[in-house]
């Protein structure tokens, strides 16, 4: 195997795939350093904006790109109101109700994705997509715009948490909600612009994974590992870390190929999140300790 086949058929995928986890894995970050839980709904929640996707496309016959924004917007809407109907009233108690809390949220939004749309595997559109050729590197247009669309999703949002005064308190309630409280910071308004910034990019990984391959009502959940793998990877609480940490679980599952059968890839996420939890729990990038 030559330099050019390993880049196109491992480095390539694998990068296009750990910008879809990176979109996952700053949402969790993000829920954990604010909300303090891992929040197990975050790949159904990925699910139901792929789908919602779908619905757009099929419903108003147009380009799935244009689709993606509308799938954002309601699936941020969607997470908002989960909080508000199923982890408000649990915010005083411990944290490991509120993780059973959101077990249960997401066999309840896989069943809704199940009747709506169906079990049977579905596309945003048919067809064979041929990469086109620059240099010798095989590249689609798609797998350029998930990589696109992921700097520039996650580099809007370091803008607003570094240059805008929610985006401040957002980091202010992760470094010391107590502090931040007695600030005066409006905890309510915080925790919904958390869930808004979660919900939105789940859209976007349930999406980038759909159109690089295809829409499964199962999907998010074959994707919860590899996203907080990464998360932790990379230092949980830091968006930055999450991104990084999405690049090497995706580059290491496409690379694994080479020595183990390609079913067995997702094993790569487990082997990277248990070391990390061994050697390193605060991650690559120094995050909060779990």
Request: contains cysteine; charged residues 15%; aromatic residues 8%.
């Amino acid at each position: 195997m030559d330099i050019l086949e390993l880049v196109n058929f491992y480095i390539i995928p694998g990068i296009v795939l750990g910008s879809i986890y990176a979109l996952g894995a700053v949402g969790i970050t993000l829920v954990f350093a604010i909300l303090r839980y891992a929040h197990l709904a975050h790949g159904d929640l990925a699910t139901l904006g792929a789908f919602v996707a779908l619905a757009c496309v099929t419903a108003l016959g147009i380009s799935p790109l244009l689709a993606l924004p509308m799938a954002i917007v309601a699936t941020a809407a969607v997470a908002v109101g989960i909080d508000k109907v199923f982890y408000e009233h649990l915010r005083n108690r411990p944290k490991i109700v509120t993780v059973m809390a959101s077990l249960g949220v997401a066999l309840m939004i896989r069943s809704v994705i199940q009747v709506v749309w169906g079990v049977d595997t579905q596309t945003y559109s048919r067809g064979i997509v041929r990469p086109e050729d620059y240099f010798g590197l095989r590249i689609r247009d798609r797998e350029f715009y998930t990589v696109f669309a992921m700097l520039l999703l996650v580099g809007g949002l370091q803008l607003f948490l570094t240059r805008t005064k929610w985006g401040k308190a957002m980091r202010a309630m992760s470094d010391n909600p107590n502090l931040a409280l007695l600030s005066g910071i409006d905890n309510k308004k915080v925790v919904m612009l958390t869930w808004l910034v979660a919900g939105g990019l789940c859209a976007a990984a349930g999406y980038f994974l759909g159109l690089n391959t295809e829409l499964k009502s199962l999907m998010g959940w074959s994707m919860l590992l590899p996203m907080f793998a990464a998360a932790i990877l990379g230092g949980v609480g830091r968006v930055e870390g999450a991104v990084l940490g999405g690049l090497v679980v995706g580059i290491a599952e496409e690379l694994s190929v080479l020595w183990i059968p390609s079913e067995y890839k997702a094993a790569m996420a487990f082997v990277i999140l248990l070391f990390m939890l061994l050697v390193r729990p605060t991650g690559l990038l120094k995050g909060k300790v779990l």
